[in-house]
Nanobody, 125 residues
């Protein structure tokens, strides 16, 4: 059974940093794109960042230059380093993985087949 488990969320002040982790189990994703999405109350789930099997990354405009996605294939884990956090970054953050090997990561939720349960990020003073 494939599982994606996010961790690292919490409460942080504006301008602060958090590092989210997503540990995958049940299969390896070293040949697959993985991504991060977020969903704030009353809003649709939105794309944050993606990393392809070869390490190519893409970001939402709203987080570019503040967030960094990375992966450790040996640990089957993907990370999201979030710096200069803003109140509007507050949301539940979800990790996602694509099941098709060597496919570039997309920005639509429908392009991912596996999802974690999410981790809450709160940005408040």
């Amino acid at each position: 059974q494939v599982q994606l488990v996010e961790s690292g969320g919490g409460l942080v002040q504006p301008g602060g940093s958090l590092r989210l982790s997503c540990a995958a189990s049940g299969r390896t994703f070293d040949k697959n794109a993985m991504g991060w999405f977020r969903q704030a109350p009353g809003k649709d789930r939105e794309f944050v960042a993606t990393i392809s099997w070869s390490g190519v990354t893409a970001y939402a405009v709203s987080v570019r230059d503040r967030f960094t996605i990375s992966r450790d294939k040996a640990k089957n884990t993907v990370y999201l380093q979030m710096n200069s956090l803003k109140p509007e970054d507050a949301a539940v953050y979800y990790c996602a993985a694509n099941s098709i090997s060597f496919r570039s990561g997309g920005q639509g939720p429908g392009e991912y087949d596996y999802w974690g349960h999410g981790t809450q990020v709160t940005v408040s003073s």
